[in-house]
């Protein structure tokens, strides 16, 4: 008998900018079977800055044009302000046949795994930090969270002063105006760091991990793990999310191998700058972005 065709299945992958390939990234080594669209809104960026309700807004236009434009079967959302204020916002858009995975959850449990002593600390955007999801999500696993707001660090991620933590950036290191930059922004991810772990120390907290509650972050980890004693282990929800796609994967019979002969297919999405997220996407997903489609979300 003739074996059923592979038909893999779709995941549309959203963020507010290009952080979120960091978490494509994560999910592609998990689940490599899987079709990936991916949009970054980057025309709005940053939503860190905002109000839950224009997050909201913002995060179900793009939910719903990954479902009916693209196909999607799964959601991620690979923006920790999007899932800390608008995941109910995004599943109430789409049909409910349609998982929709954040990365609060996820970076918690992260957290309550790699915690011995049950304080973590927790770096993120305004509003992520306002919200208090990682707050109430470390409380419900019985660990005691301090959270920071970095708004300085998007900006600074997202024009690129970080060396590639993927691909050689011996060449860009050479340039001393690159270099300068790496420097400005060290100085940046110091000054947040030394006055989080002041404020622990004022609670008498004993923190051994750190949460990037940000997409954007990972990017800045070799410079954070360079200002942290090495008892602090630095969490990162993006392999989190990825498993917790790979159990969705797996309940609902998906394949978990993809023939060997095909590779991931993806496709990427901007609602500005397509050369933009070229130049600067490749950095975060470790491979190249080609064919980036511009799209117009309204208002
Ligand atoms: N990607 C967003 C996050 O993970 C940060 C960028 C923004 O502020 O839009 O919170």
Not at 15 to 31: E, K, Y
Not at 196 to 212: C, F, K, T
């Amino acid at each position: 008998m003739a074996q059923a065709p592979f038909i893999p299945p779709t995941v549309g992958v959203f963020d507010s900018g290009f952080g979120g390939l960091t978490v494509l990234r994560a999910l592609i080594a998990l689940a490599p079977q899987a079709q990936y669209a991916f949009i970054g809104d980057t025309a709005r960026l940053p939503y860190g800055s905002k109000s839950r309700r224009t997050i909201a807004r913002y995060a179900a236009q793009s939910a719903r044009f990954l479902v009916e434009e693209q196909g999607a079967e799964y959601l991620v959302i690979a923006c920790n302000t999007a899932s800390a204020l608008a995941l109910d916002a995004i599943q109430e858009a789409v049909p409910s046949s349609v998982p929709v995975i954040g990365v609060i959850e996820p970076g918690a449990e992260a957290a309550r795994q790699a915690s011995a002593t049950r304080d973590v600390l927790v770096i993120a955007t305004d509003a992520t930090v306002q919200s208090h999801a990682y707050a109430a999500a470390c409380q419900a696993r019985g660990l005691r969270a301090l959270e920071k707001a970095c708004p300085l660090l998007v900006p600074l991620v997202e024009e690129g002063w970080v060396a590639s933590p993927v691909t050689n950036d011996s060449m860009a290191l050479q340039t001393s105006a690159a270099t300068k930059q790496q420097a400005v922004t060290a100085d940046v991810v110091r000054i947040y760091v030394e006055e989080l772990r002041a404020d622990a120390h004022a609670m008498s907290m004993e923190p051994d991990s750190l949460v990037l509650g940000c997409t954007h972050y990972p990017l800045l980890k070799p410079v954070i793990e360079g200002l942290i004693p090495p008892t602090i282990k630095i969490i990162d929800s993006a392999a989190a999310a990825a498993n917790e796609l790979v159990m969705h994967l797996s309940r609902d019979r998906h394949a978990l191998a993809a023939p060997a002969s095909s590779g991931t297919r993806l496709c990427f999405f901007a609602t500005d700058s397509v050369e933009k997220f070229e130049r600067l996407g490749s950095r975060f997903l470790g491979r190249q972005v080609n064919n980036v489609q511009l799209v117009d979300l309204g208002g």
